[in-house]
């Protein structure tokens, strides 16, 4: 069973930094690529950026490249998010999704105001 359960979310101000974390479990994380995805209120949920199974390969969403970095530690079975230089339209529920399976956890809450 796939299951995916997402971390680190918080209340930061502009400029601020967060790294999300999300732990999987259910399948056989080294060979899946990754994607982290957010819904901001009112708004559709949009792709992020995903990681493929090595790692050597990611992608990003226009608005976040150069400010957000995926990294994933198949060891550990878990995908990150660096989050730098946040803006408050960043502020959003982030997800974590495996690529192949139609399965969303419950999100962790990011919000960026002063």
């Known amino acids: 069973q796939v299951q995916v359960v997402e971390s680190g979310g918080g209340l930061v101000q502009p400029g601020g930094s967060l790294r999300l974390s999300c732990v999987a479990s259910?399948?056989?994380?080294?060979?899946?690529?990754m994607s982290w995805y957010r819904q901001a209120p009112g708004k559709e949920r949009e792709r992020v950026a995903t990681i493929f199974g090595t790692g050597t390969t990611t992608t990003y969403v226009d608005s976040v490249k150069g400010r957000f970095t995926i990294s994933r530690d198949n060891a550990k079975n878990t995908v990150y998010l660096q989050m730098n230089s946040l803006k408050p339209e960043d502020t959003a529920v982030y997800y974590c999704?495996?690529?192949?399976?139609?399965?969303w956890g419950q999100g962790t809450q990011v919000t960026v105001s002063s």
């Open positions: 999704k495996v690529v192949r399976y139609e399965y």
């Open positions: 259910g399948f056989t994380f080294r060979n899946n690529a």
